[in-house]
């Protein structure tokens, strides 16, 4: 297993199109985890799934976006009708809920919306 | 989730020994200070977690005192790959639950 792989690493849009990403986590872990960063702040919790259960989802996923985890095993997030302001950096993390060993991460998508 | 404080940005010299302190006065009983690294263009990565008294692995070693209301992380003798931003986080960690990044502290290692 090599970690936790997301797809693509970068993404240039045109504002109002709409993107899907895609995160690959650590095969046995059962949680999971969408993150946004802007440049110069910390990573901004989304949502996050145990299994195919979307367990808590923050409010700044406002309606033009959607997580899914159909099987339990990989995740996408979509962004309908991009805004500029979604220019950030997607994380994707995954843990096996429970333990110290931490959440691994992946090296994120970086969204461009022009 | 308890809040923490950390001081924005640092700058040390290789091989100098850095230790970088976080505030977190509304730490609850079941909360665990876990510590991340980030490098750019890249997702941070766990370094530490620690519940009490101090935790040491191969990387950095964690003090956190009897109150628990603070918590110190002590990188040895950094090197310019050490430049990096830290981040400390508070929260039942072992349970899965989300983390919440404040802004972190950005080390600069010189030569």
């Known amino acids: 297993d090599t970690g936790v792989s997301q797809d693509p690493r970068h993404k240039i849009t045109k504002r109002g199109q709409n993107v899907t990403f895609r995160c690959d986590p650590i095969?046995?872990?059962?949680?999971l985890y969408w993150y946004r960063q802007t440049l110069g702040q910390g990573p901004e919790f989304l949502t996050y799934f145990q299994n195919e259960a979307q367990l808590e989802k923050s409010r700044l996923l406002s309606d033009r976006f959607s997580a899914e985890r159909p099987k339990g095993s990989f995740s996408t997030l979509e962004i309908q009708r991009t805004e500029q302001g979604d220019s950030a950096m997607y994380l994707c993390a995954s843990s096996l809920g429970r333990g110290g060993e931490g959440y691994t991460f992946g090296s994120g998508t970086r969204l461009t919306v022009v | 989730l308890a809040k923490t404080t950390q001081p924005i940005s640092m700058d040390s010299y290789e091989g100098q020994e850095v230790n970088i302190t976080c505030s977190h006065n509304n730490i609850a009983t079941n909360d665990y200070i876990t510590w991340y690294q980030q490098f750019p263009s890249q997702g941070p990565r766990f370094i530490i977690q620690g519940y009490k008294t101090k935790v040491t692995n191969e990387v950095a070693s964690l003090f956190i005192p009897a109150d628990r209301k603070s918590s110190t992380l002590s990188l040895p003798r950094v090197s310019l790959s050490d430049t990096a931003v830290y981040y400390c986080l508070v929260g039942d960690h072992n349970q899965g639950g989300k983390l919440i990044f404040g802004q972190g502290t950005e080390l600069s290692v010189k030569p």
């Open positions: 095969s046995e872990h059962n949680r």
